[in-house]
């Protein structure tokens, strides 16, 4: 479950504040400045001119993102594995199926049917890009698989200790969008590879956040965000994916969406994995406002506020509407109210 620090709150936000919180004002209190008296609050702060950044802090875990799963053929035996924690490249084997090596090609198309002579289409265009960024040439990248294909082929099949048929079969090779790092074993060599053989990832880590739906507007792809490491040290990200499914808490817990986060640096991370992180959410910036602390504030009987103004030993009450609550400061207008007065405050 997603827990979230009251860091920040939109412009129409409850503000809930305890020991020294909101005040009350009284009843009514509506329309301008009350009558002024002389009974001084216990400490003043300024009214400020300034940008208020509209932020929210929720919890995350770094990673290294979503698991996939590889599954076998469901012919052979499975003679090696790939350890939990390997990082595997374009060509270097997975897994071996009776000894054989199965390569990782890279690609978002599955290898779905035989290669050979003859075959055409999308399949063919991958398959072939992957030849050639292997270093086999002779052949046209297109999307025909010819006869100078399958030479090529043969020869890569002779390098990988295969039998040289020039056919590409579905089980032989296994097809990620890049780089993957093994997450978990799933199988056990001298089994039937009939199922799901291992799970895998990308190589970089990513911070995953399951963010309250009501909190969606603060999540943009694109954005930046500021990731506070176990350590305490931070580092700036990107959001990279906001996801359009929600998914329903159980109990207590409320419905969420799955935001990941491209993280910079990624030597700077140490090895930290499934590590507990801060994210900091940017929504909106608001410049040029005045602002006054949120404990300033005093709740008026009619739902709205007001601030105690200090000038020249009297204090008077200015209503004011709110705007965002960010960072202890809040957004205030009012007739009457500028940049420099003091406004009273608890101690």
Excluded: C
Excluded at 79 to 106: C, M
Excluded at 299 to 312: I, K, L, P, S, T
Aim: hydrophobic share 40%; glycine share 14%; charged share 20%.
């Amino acid at each position: 479950m997603t827990r979230v620090r009251t860091a920040a709150l939109g412009a129409t936000g409850l503000v809930v504040v305890g020991g020294a919180g909101l005040a009350t004002a009284g009843i009514g209190g509506g329309g301008g400045a009350t009558t002024a008296h002389s009974s001084l609050p216990p400490a003043t702060a300024p009214v400020e001119r300034t940008t208020l950044v509209e932020t929210r802090q929720v919890d995350g875990t770094l990673g290294y993102g979503m698991a996939h799963t590889a599954s076998g053929a469901g012919r052979g035996t499975l003679t090696w594995l790939a350890a939990a924690g390997s990082v595997i490249a374009r060509g270097r084997p997975v897994y071996r199926i009776d000894n054989e090596p199965v390569p990782l090609l890279y690609g978002r198309l599955p290898l779905y049917r035989a290669l050979k002579p003859g075959t055409k289409g999308a399949d063919v265009l991958q398959f072939e890009r992957n030849l050639r960024a292997l270093g086999y040439t002779g052949f046209t990248v297109d999307t025909t698989y010819g006869a100078a294909t399958a030479g090529a082929v043969e020869r890569w099949q002779d390098a990988l200790g295969r039998a040289e048929t020039g056919t590409v079969t579905p089980g032989s090779v296994m097809i990620a969008p890049g780089e993957i790092r093994v997450a978990e074993r799933k199988a056990s060599v001298g089994e039937r590879p009939g199922g799901v053989v291992l799970t895998y990832t990308g190589t970089a880590r990513v911070v995953s956040v399951d963010l309250d739906v009501q909190y969606q507007r603060l999540a943009k792809k694109g954005a930046e965000v500021e990731v506070e490491l176990p350590d305490g040290r931070t580092t700036r990200g990107r959001i990279t994916s906001v996801s359009r499914v929600a998914k329903d808490g159980e109990g207590d817990a409320p419905t969420t969406i799955a935001v990941t986060i491209a993280v910079r640096g990624q030597r700077s991370l140490g090895f930290y994995d499934k590590a507990p992180v801060q994210v900091s959410l940017t929504a909106n910036r608001h410049p040029d406002v005045l602002a006054v602390p949120i404990a300033a504030l005093l709740a008026q009987g009619d739902g709205g506020y007001a601030v105690q103004v200090v000038q020249n030993g009297t204090v008077r009450n200015v209503v004011v509407e709110t705007g965002v609550f960010t960072e202890g400061k809040v957004e205030v207008s009012g007739a009457g109210l500028s940049e420099g007065m003091k406004v009273g405050v608890p101690t």
